[in-house]
């Protein structure tokens, strides 16, 4: 299947709603449909989409995978208590670990939390609730990336020819399929989501694991996820498109007190970019370059040296794997 | 036996070179001793004033262990033939990278480098020779961070206990102990060396291992060597202490024509630093880092990404491995 994409400029965000609620009533009909909620602007547009079609018959769930950032599950789900939406938390952080174990390779990675995510949790989330829609907030930048080989995001299936209906036992629903990042950041407002979520900076599906080059750990997680708090800290007051640090498997040589001390680097990225289809290094301030560094260093267990990317995309990607 | 430091300001470059002169023609007396150039200021120091004291009694090589700079062995050799100083090339590339095969550790490349420069190749020469005396560029900084444990200089033996004439079959002469470089450069200049070398910024003794984490191949070193030769000829117009260039072991994801492209990342060092002990990153301007980048992305191959590394020595140090 063929998907065009519709453009901001084409965009009619209160039509598009009132189109995209009636869509997702009459397949769903009188059944009932789940979906996982992460916080990010794409799934918490298709959740507000779904409640307002479904109300009762949308049942949200908040994956714990154990790669969320700092407070992140607790956060999420008290946001959308208050605009009406019931999310329940599903501590997932075993089975993601276990699965992520040994395994290197980005693509490996990717795989692994793909098949714990929708055959291993969702799976067993709708023998339980005998759900047989799932909604989710796959958009056009995701398919286009996907289809052309730059990477595989982990929220698509049909797109590469997967059959979920027959893979793992429900059918996906996917609203936003059509839009980019900017488009959908409209309807999101539109929407009356607040506003720390229809402009929050992207935070890709695999979340922390894409943020640790080589195996992911609890330990490896764990310095990703303060790495991250700090850049988030930082550089939350500029317009930067997206912003990250990303934990390297190489290590280098550092000195502390005089003595050697042989630790890890982090690599920090900020991205000027209008829809991540291009991407420019934001060219942050020296101090704010040194302060960041400090923090890590200082801050971050076993850190002792840091990078800021100064690639343009291409031939980067925004992120690191 | 302790060292204490000459400090530049107590430093007079012209009593300093006849002391020793002097020094150096009465160790070695009548007999034969021999030393390896690198072109790098220490050790063109030191093949000067061993030439001012020993004449033809002076034996210079230049050891090509296939991890220098590209053009480097020819350029120095023919630099020395104008200043009257004949030096033989010695090409020990297969023997050096034989021994750096299949290491990845730092200091186990450090000691296969030591082991093959000492042993193989200069004990052959000694043995060839008859020398009995090894000239060297060792320098203050040097043995302050070997022995604090940062750090095993590739030329540092006597220090941290190996008696040379024991392991080796020669007695090391190191005339340039007490400096630091910057009075290394003084005492440089005064010995009428051209400027591109007592100006010239550091390139430590493992000289490309230093600057390739993981393996040390032929292909490896040639990307380092490439990514040399860019960072030098930007940078060499800043008045930056040092400047390098770093192939990672960690691989990223990056994208070329539309395609995935899982390639190799750089990173760039570029210091502010008097005398090594301490350093900031250079603040260079948002174009040149973007003339880096796009630089190694397009001329070395393999190069998806690059990155600037913005932390302080310390908790860095000057090189990354």
Redesign the interface.
């Given at each position: 299947m063929k998907i065009d994409e519709m453009k901001i400029e084409d965009l009619h965000p209160e039509e598009f709603i009132k189109q995209k609620v009636e869509e997702i009533s009459s397949i769903v009909g009188s059944g009932l449909a789940i979906n996982a909620l992460s916080g990010g602007v794409d799934s918490s547009t298709v959740t507000m989409l779904a409640h307002k079609a479904l109300g009762e018959n949308l049942k949200t769930y908040f994956i714990d995978n154990s790669l969320m950032r700092e407070g992140e599950p607790g956060h999420v789900i008290s946001t959308f208590k208050k605009l009406g939406v019931d999310v329940e938390l599903i501590d997932a952080r075993k089975q993601f670990l276990d699965a992520l174990g040994g395994i290197t390779d980005?693509e490996e990675k990717r795989e692994a939390i793909t098949q714990t995510f929708y055959k291993d949790v969702f799976g067993l989330l709708v023998r339980e609730t005998g759900a047989k829609y799932l909604l989710q907030g796959t958009n056009y930048t995701d398919i286009e990336e996907t289809v052309?080989?730059?990477?595989r995001q982990h929220n698509i299936l049909e797109q590469i020819g997967i059959n979920t209906e027959k893979a793992y036992g429900y059918k996906v629903i996917e609203p936003l399929i059509q839009l980019r990042k900017p488009a959908v950041r409209k309807i999101a407002e539109e929407l009356n989501l607040p506003e720390e979520i229809y402009s929050r900076p992207p935070f890709p599906g695999p979340a922390l694991a894409a943020r640790v080059?080589?195996e992911v750990t609890a330990e490896r997680v764990e310095i990703a996820r303060k790495a991250t708090k700090i850049v988030e800290e930082e550089l939350s007051g500029t317009n930067a498109f997206q912003y990250l640090a990303i934990l390297?498997?190489?290590?280098?040589?550092?000195?502390?007190e005089?003595?050697?001390?042989?630790?890890s680097q982090i690599?920090?990225r900020c991205w000027d970019s209008k829809d991540a289809k291009t991407g420019s290094?934001t060219?942050l301030p020296?101090d704010t370059?040194?302060r960041?560094?400090?923090r890590m260093?200082e801050e971050v267990a076993g850190v002792?040296?840091?990078?800021?990317?100064?690639?343009?995309?291409?031939?980067?990607?925004i992120?690191?794997?």
């Open positions: 980005p052309a080989g730059i990477k080059i080589g390297h498997e190489d290590k280098v040589t550092g000195v502390r005089g003595k050697r001390d042989y630790g690599e920090i290094p060219r020296y370059l040194d960041l560094a400090e260093t002792v040296s840091v990078t800021y990317n100064i690639t343009q995309k291409p031939p980067s990607t992120e690191a794997v």
